[in-house]
């Protein structure tokens, strides 16, 4: 930030501190398309918020585009202009009068005039946390129509509040900078806190995939190779010009497992951090951030977050990953199959050639089968695995009656709930599947889900652990598809045929049961967390059960969201929310509130299912967030339970 912007700042806030405040007037406008709000002479100082829609605004004759959210502050007598390049604008017109009560000296710091001039800067902002202002604004017109005056102003010192927070992070935003260098910037500034995808996708509003590709475009890194990235260089400059412990090293950018920091270490540099150290004593200082190499995923909290993940929404991910060290036995087999993979290696070759005269499976003692998987590699793969690791596959496994040696977890061992009655007992592997704890497992089948999971070298690695199968996006965006090839991989086509046939006859005996019970009514499914709310496509994960399983009618805010978002649970705005028109609602709530205390909020008020008491809450223990014949039977029971009672 300029000096000179972070003294106005300083005094502006000061000035609020010290005001004696009046709401004039709270004003909400809605345009329609091709409409205009030409040269309006603002009576007072005033807040411009733009919530919906987009259009060109001009403050004083300086120009601004309204895309999402923005934020306009300007003084009695400028002129605001408004003109739509949208279909629909919305926004909100805030009108305060305010007086300072600091003493003269104060006064004299200021520029032209003194006091007052502050309360009449222009001044433009694009919220990094555009909900909150929207909250309050909305409270604030509320309480004003009410003519609860006294509470409107207290709401109105609220929203002030949250500006001057959002200033004093970033500046005076005269021009809008482009969202890539905001989400770089952020994650340069951050790099030692704990981030995800999700979390990303919930500060700037904007999906994970999305940002994904700003930062990648920005910077030719996802963003979490980005921020490894700045983690290693910035050890490395610690290592080299400091003697602080690894342990200190590793705890200062973000790791607390020492062991885990210095194997990431190693994939990035070559070396160990002790030899870089050593090295590093007649060697030229580090520079200070460019951009490092691919790396493995942010290290989030332990209670895992969700970010998208083709067909399904997924965890993304948390807690330090630490090898399974439950037994000598594990240990023993990390080193002979460690050994196994040197001697391979120094070959050229993945496994053992046999012998002259011996086959392949005379020397494995069972038959195999050459597959090709959804990445193109021919993979060989026993005629009955034993020891599968097929993590977030495991919904396909336990329903083709196969267990897993280990299940997908996140943080400490946070596992798919729903899957529990089948899994208790399985150990948990972490979710980005570290190759040394997957040979601690001894596996002789991997199934990988999609290409992320094995970019880079990592199917190498993969490989010459166990045969490794990568499904695909083309195969994992249907999960009906997806569970065909995993039974065509374990060998199991029949017994998955029938599943699925299985599932058709019970998804058409509850679809009559509804129609007989309900008819043809709308419904929704929502997630919604603590700052955010989500809306299931309409052909993805829970989407997919209620409108072409169960034959519920599709809300046409759900059609809005299908066409526009690309995740399987894609974020949708309070004001959205509020027009939603469907006549039942099931919301996996992970808020922390209770469902009365949530719908207490005003914007579900006109919703019909909200008004009717036909809204239904699952937490996260529930399969609403997945995907799968298990997930899937699981859901229409709770439809059943909730919707025929």
Known sequence: MKEKEKKNIDDLLAQWTNAAVQVIDVRHFVLQSQASWNSYRLPASSFFYACKGRATVRLNGREYAADRFLLLHGGKGMVLDVKLTDERFVFYLILYKAKTMLPSPADRTLQNGGSQALFQLPYALVPLEPTGLYDLVVAMAREWEAQERLRAKGTFLQFVHEVMQQL?????????????????????????????????????????????????????????????????????????????????????????????????????????????????????????????????????????SYSVNDNRYQRSFGGIVRMNKKSTRHMATLFMVSLALLVSACSGTASP????????????????????????????????????IASYLEDHLVALGVKPVAQWSIGDGDVQDYLQKDLAGIPAIPYDLPPEVVMSYNPDLIIMDNAEMVAGDKYSQYAKISPTYTIGKEKNSDWRKELLIVGEVLNKSEEAKKVLADYDAYVAESKEKLKQGIGEKSAAALWVTAKAVYMARKDLSSGDVLYKDLGFKVPGVVEEISKSGEANWNAVSLEKLAELDAD??????????????????????????????????????????????????????DVLDNVLK
């Open 168 to 304: 004093m992070r970033h500046g005076f935003q005269q021009e809008q900078e482009p969202l890539a260098r905001r989400v770089v910037r952020f994650l340069e500034e951050h790099y030692r806190t704990r981030i995800s995808l999700e979390s990303l996708a919930e500060h700037f509003c904007y999906s994970a995939r999305y940002l994904t590709r700003l930062v990648k475009e920005e910077t030719g890194h996802s963003p979490i190779d980005y921020v490894i990235s700045l983690r290693m260089e910035k050890a490395k400059e610690l290592l080299a010009g400091t003697d602080a412990t690894m342990q200190e090293i590793a705890a200062f950018v973000g790791y607390q497992d020492v062991l885990y920091f210095s194997r990431l270490f190693k994939k990035h540099t070559g070396m160990t951090p002790s030899a870089f150290s050593g090295q590093a004593l007649t060697a030229p200082a580090v520079p200070d951030r460019p951009y490092g190499k691919s790396g493995l995923s942010i290290v989030d909290e332990k209670r895992g």
């Open 353 to 388: 050639t046999p012998q002259a005269g011996e086959s392949v499976q005379e020397q494995t003692g069972t038959a195999q089968r050459e597959l090709t998987d959804g990445l193109g590699n021919k993979v060989t793969v026993p005629a009955q695995p034993q020891r599968i």
């Open 584 to 637: 039942y609602l099931f919301v996996v709530n992970s808020k922390g509130v209770s469902k009365d205390e949530l719908l207490k909020e005003p914007v579900w008020a006109n919703i019909p299912a909200v008004k009717n008491g036909q809204v239904f809450d699952f937490t996260t223990d529930s399969s609403w967030l997945y995907t799968g014949v298990i997930a899937n039977r699981q859901m229409i029971e």
